[in-house]
Nanobody, 120 residues
Framework: QVQLVESGGGLVQAGGSLRLSCAASGSIFSISAMGWYRQAPGKQRELVATINSGGRTTYADSVKGRFIISRDNAKNTVLLQMNSLKPEDTAVYYC??????????????WGQGTQVTVSS
């Protein structure tokens, strides 16, 4: 089994910054893509940013230039640095990972989510 544990959410004023962290643990052989998604009240879950094992990144248009995704392959962690936060960034943020386990089976995993609230 594989677990993803997020941390770093909280309450911040508009224009402020937060850093989210997600650590994967368990029966991991390797991790291909890792990413962050978010879900605001009454809305569908949406992609925020992804990063593959080679470091290639993708971002939602709404966060380009403000958020930075990075990962530490040795520690199986992914980070999301969020700058210039806006009230519309308020959501529950979820970590996601495509994991090959020690039996070489591939599965997709989600973290439990961490709340980010940006006040105006």
């Amino acid at each position: 089994q594989v677990q993803l544990v997020e941390s770093g959410g909280g309450l911040v004023q508009a224009g402020g910054s937060l850093r989210l962290s997600c650590a994967a643990s368990g029966s991991i052989f390797s991790i291909s893509a890792m990413g962050w998604y978010r879900q605001a009240p009454g809305k569908q879950r949406e992609l925020v940013a992804t990063i593959n094992s080679g470091g290639r990144t993708t971002y939602a248009d709404s966060v380009k230039g403000r958020f930075i995704i990075s990962r530490d392959n040795a520690k199986n962690t992914v980070l999301l640095q969020m700058n210039s936060l806006k009230p519309e960034d308020t959501a529950v943020y979820y970590c996601n990972a495509d994991v090959f386990d020690t039996s070489r089976f591939r599965n997709n995993y989600w973290g439990q989510g961490t709340q980010v609230t940006v006040s105006s």
